[in-house]
């Protein structure tokens, strides 16, 4: 048998936490690729910040080499992918590179919302999804009827599906064989010219940039000089290989393979994620078709904190960017904050990831505004403007109607929860569409929901409320008209503009009033009393005061000279006066954040 036929491309998918890395750990341990010593738990989550959130976020290759019962040596790339909601666009980047995807269910959970939604990502790119039952191990698990739930909600035969304990690493070769028996081999001619789709890139200090390639047609090999179809730009291969698990460099990759191509490419913007790779010498027709552009949901201004430069900031910017194509900034500017940048991601999770990211792998000092959602105003006009900063909202005299965005969500839990998820999204100003029984167990429940509620903490909410049953996914649904208003917060009577946030109107005084409370609390007190209101246009929904740190300037006075007592009580008022013409409110840089985590 030949290379391309002793092949397997394949994903894991699985709803959050049913053991897709553990998974993987154990494929890699199986292989033998490192040794139990070297076994770092979940290797494949290579990024501290995954370990501590215990969630995959960047997509990670892997080659597995296997000696299969048939006695062939099989090669088996295997992709990791994210399983959280947020990341469902690198789900789906990653899965173009493979032919089949293996779907983790967990015996005790059985199918959630994430499952079904990463099986139909998978059908979209025609893969062959093969089921796989995991932990196995625990006494609530309940295989036969998980199985029966795949086989009714999915319509996938679970029948011959590997019963696992991927923890204890129970029938792990199942998993393999299954893999190499079903899992179609890659096709596509080594002998035409080369044709390769770039699926994720990183950074590196030495190699400059490296594409993570799947190879459809063709060779390319170190030396070759290959061309981006969609730049133009042409490069001489410096290396080629595959990850195992380390960089580890082969002689070629031809049709069929997955692995990295360096070619001391230091323009991070002419390595683009979607791109296809050729021959510049002896070039394909066509370009693959490459990936849908992952739109941002969400926006927030990202600006330099205290003695950071603004320059650091958009080159760290910019190399996250190489390997997070949903990443997206420009650069705006605050009357608060000074010169930063509008930065625009997939969800909050995404968010609060790459705003970690900055400060901890590039240690920038930054301070981050309110997230929001992108709002389409039509002005009196008839112009239509798109929003996503609250500050250029137009004037309220000149808007003739607010559209916001709304997603269609499917919830999944526990039958005795129903009430309780009804409940959130009524207070979320959710509309519900229909209730279906999954089982005798569970209700899928499908609503549409404004997406400036959905992405502050809809999410953990409803984890907290279901006490963890409760599971989530949404997309894009469209636009409707809804009362919505700016709400302008103002420290000693000056509005702050990164303070401001687009607000539905039955919310705009409750908000208010949590934010002066919290931005009471974060705000330290000054030598005179700090006003903090909540605005909506020229009414004020809310007010909260600082008192002044008062100097007790009648300590020295004794006895009862009341003219004298007058006067210095006068000088103390004067003092104050000034402070508070001249002298600046001191407003941490956490406060920016705070509107972000109001508990409502
Ligand atoms: N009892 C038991 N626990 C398991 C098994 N497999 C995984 N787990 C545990 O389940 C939890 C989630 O496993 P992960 O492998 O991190 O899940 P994941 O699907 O990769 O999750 P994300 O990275 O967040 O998408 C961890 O605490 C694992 O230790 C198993 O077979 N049995």
Do not use: W
């Not at 959602?373 to 005299?397: C, F, H, W």
């Not at 997309?475 to 000693?492: A, R």
């Not at 039955?506 to 208010?512: D, T």
């Amino acid at each position: 048998m030949d290379k391309q036929n002793r092949t397997r491309n394949f994903s894991i998918i699985a709803h959050i936490d049913h053991g897709k890395s553990t998974l993987a750990d154990r494929l890699i341990q199986y292989t033998g690729l490192v040794s139990d010593r070297e076994m770092k738990s979940q290797l494949l989550d290579n990024m501290d910040l995954e370990r501590e959130r215990g969630i995959t976020i960047k997509l990670q290759n892997v080659r597995l080499i296997y000696k299969a019962k048939d006695g062939n040596e099989y090669y088996l790339n295997l992709i990791d992918t994210p399983g959280h909601v947020d990341f469902n666009y690198e789900v789906s980047r990653s899965l173009v590179a493979c032919e089949g995807a293996l779907l983790v269910v967990d015996a005790a959970q059985g199918v959630e919302a994430q499952t079904l939604a990463n099986v139909y990502l998978a059908l979209d790119q025609d893969l062959e999804i093969l089921p796989v039952i995991n932990k196995i191990d625990l006494p609530s698990a309940r295989p036969d009827e998980v199985k029966e739930e795949i086989e009714d909600i999915i319509g996938l035969d679970a029948s011959e599906a590997p019963l696992i304990s991927a923890k204890s690493g129970l029938n792990i070769q199942d998993v393999l064989e299954d893999i190499v028996a079903n899992v179609p081999a890659p096709t596509g001619d080594i002998n035409k010219p080369l044709k390769a789709l770039i699926f994720d890139s990183y950074y590196d200090a030495y190699k400059g940039v490296v594409a993570y390639v799947r190879v459809f047609e063709g060779e390319v090999k170190k030396g070759m000089t290959i061309e981006m179809m969609n730049t133009k730009k042409k490069f001489e291969v410096t290396e080629v290989g595959v990850m195992a698990p380390g960089a580890t460099e082969l002689d070629s990759l031809s049709a069929g393979d997955v692995g990295y191509i360096a070619a001391s490419i230091k323009d991070i913007r002419s390595c683009h994620v979607g791109d296809t790779i050729t021959d510049a010498n002896n070039k394909t027709q066509e370009p693959l078709e490459g990936y849908k552009k992952a739109t941002p949901m969400v926006y927030c201004g990202i600006y330099p904190g205290e003695g950071e430069k603004y320059e650091n900031v958009r080159d760290c910017l910019e190399k996250l960017q190489v390997n997070d194509a949903a990443l997206e900034f420009e650069s705006e500017t605050s009357a608060a904050l000074g010169f930063g940048f509008r930065c625009g991601f997939l969800g909050l999770l995404h968010l609060e990831i790459i705003q970690e990211r900055l400060e901890r792998e590039f240690n920038l000092n930054l301070v981050t505004t309110a997230p929001s959602v992108i709002y389409r105003v039509t002005k009196n006009d008839g112009e239509v403007v798109m929003v996503q900063n609250p500050a250029n909202l137009p004037e309220v005299s000149e808007i003739r109607m607010i559209e916001e965005p709304i997603v269609k969500a499917d919830i999944i839990a526990p039958k005795d929860f129903v009430g309780i998820v009804m409940e959130l999204c009524q207070e979320r100003r959710g509309t519900m569409l229909h209730m279906e029984y999954i089982d005798e167990k569970r209700v899928m429940l499908h609503y549409d929901l404004p997406l400036n509620e959905v992405v502050y903490d809809f999410f953990d909410a409803l984890k907290s409320r279901t006490r963890g049953y409760g599971s989530l996914d949404y997309e894009m649904k469209g636009y409707v008209p809804s009362q919505l208003v700016k709400l302008d917060i103002l420290i000693n009577k000056e509005q702050v503009d990164a303070l401001s946030f687009i607000v539905h109107e039955s919310k705009a005084y409750s908000r208010g009033k949590a934010m002066c409370e919290k931005l009471k609390n974060e705000i330290p007190r000054h030598q005179f009393a700090v006003p903090i209101q909540a605005a909506v246009g020229n009414k004020i929904v809310a007010r909260e005061t600082i008192s002044a740190l008062r100097k007790d300037v009648l300590a020295k006075c004794y006895g009862g000279d009341i003219s004298r007592k007058k006067k210095l009580l006068e000088k103390q008022k004067e003092g104050k006066k000034r402070m508070r013409q001249i002298g600046s409110v001191e407003v941490p840089q956490k406060a920016f954040m705070s509107v972000l985590k109001l508990d409502e």
